[in-house]
């Protein structure tokens, strides 16, 4: 209950603070929008970026989990094949 007195009364001084400094708050908010822009766009560039690098990582690892799955089915292959060269020998 508190915390719902304590916000009405913060949203009702904050709208009559508006009120009476509406060309100063527009001064700060023209002030603070670049800023916030500049900002934005630099997190933005940064996680484009180190998206970018993830995927070039997971281009160079992909050949290798294909490498190892060849590797494993040759190997099954090969003991296929002395199996039935085992079997052929022995009939």
Known sequence: M???IGGAIGAVLGLIGISI?????LQLLAGAIPVMLLLGGGLALYLGFDE???????D????ASTAT????K???EINELKD???KLKTA
């Open 84 to 86: 039935e060269i085992e």
């Open 74 to 76: 040759y190997k099954k």
């Open 2 to 4: 508190k915390t719902l």
């Open 52 to 58: 970018l690098k993830d995927t070039w990582k997971k």
């Open 21 to 25: 400094w509406w060309h100063e708050f």
């Open 60 to 63: 160079d690892t992909a050949p």
């Open 69 to 72: 799955e060849d590797v494993a």
